[in-house]
């Protein structure tokens, strides 16, 4: 029956469109009446396929970023490109419509696992846990989750996994890229950090012109590019490239400094910043 129609993963697509429809009509004024968002070029919306197309985003707050998309992706839905002035899009919003999203965050409280319920895939990551520096193996199922995604519908991902601006992107992207084959959209999102607190669920300032960029799909030679090359496109994309950070610190410009620094390297380069204060400290003293 098409009232109990569920999408892969066996969420009832009635009980994701009232969730949907009850988030987005209640934070309709934070994008258009305390903030204002810009939507640029998602007029390109209208050209993709249904299924297996890999949004990237640069990534500010945790949730405040994500549900603006979903207010794009409703108006576009029906029609309205390049502004979100109708909160009842969400009558019709797009249900075959995913995010990829920690799992430690999601689960993190009642709110984030209603959220949830909205299209989010849950990954387990391989980096940090409860705000510690960790080392896990990665779990393949996460893989297969956003390729079953990808299959049914739009996925949107944070490559950076963070919101920490200008933090290296993890190569787990490209590898998904190579192997699912989607049509890969950059959107570059901006304001969110300085309106909402790092959640994303508190305003912080108001009157913010808040802006999110669509751009062109990246060319990519997925059979023949290597992971280190989709990630450069996939970065430059988003606009968290190296060459798009105006401050850096020194050691960013050393000839050795890797394109892909691991928490290590970071570790030992904060440690080496540390040990160069105290010395300098010790000879003005």
């Not at 319920?117 to 989750?145: C, F, N």
């Not at 192997?179 to 969110?192: A, D, L, R």
């Not at 059979?223 to 850096?248: C, H, L, P, W």
């Amino acid at each position: 029956m098409g009232l109990f129609k569920r999408n892969p993963f066996g969420h009832l697509l009635i009980l994701k469109r009232i969730i949907i429809f009850v988030f987005g009509f209640v934070s309709f004024r934070r994008y258009h009446s305390f903030n204002k968002l810009k939507v640029e070029n998602n007029i390109l919306l209208k050209d993709l396929p249904d299924n297996n197309v890999l949004f990237v985003s640069n990534h500010q707050t945790y949730f405040a970023d994500v549900a603006a998309m979903f207010h794009v992706f409703a108006a576009a839905n029906n029609g309205f490109y390049n502004k979100i002035n109708n909160p009842m899009s969400f009558f019709r919003p797009k249900l075959n419509l995913y995010y990829v999203a920690a799992k430690e965050t999601m689960k993190s409280g009642l709110l984030p696992k209603i959220f949830a319920y909205a299209g989010a895939i849950m990954v387990q990551r391989t980096w940090r846990e409860a705000g510690k520096s960790i080392k896990r193996k990665v779990d393949g199922k996460d893989g297969q989750s956003v390729g079953i995604a990808l299959k049914d519908g739009w996925v949107i991902t944070f490559p950076q996994g963070t919101t920490r601006a200008f933090n290296p992107g993890r190569k787990g992207t490209a590898y998904l890229i190579k192997e699912n084959k989607p049509i890969v959209v950059p959107v570059v999102i901006n304001g969110f950090r300085r309106a909402y607190d790092k959640k994303g669920l508190n305003i912080k300032v108001k009157g913010v012109d808040l802006s999110m960029t669509f751009k062109q799909p990246l060319e990519i030679d997925y059979e023949n590019e290597s992971v280190e090359s989709i990630m450069d496109k996939v970065m430059n994309g988003i606009e968290q490239a190296s060459t798009f950070n105006r401050v850096r610190p020194l050691e960013h410009l050393r000839p050795d400094y890797p394109r892909y620094p691991t928490e290590e390297f970071v570790k030992r380069s904060k440690r080496s910043r540390i040990k160069q204060r105290l010395h300098k400290k010790k000879k003005s003293s």
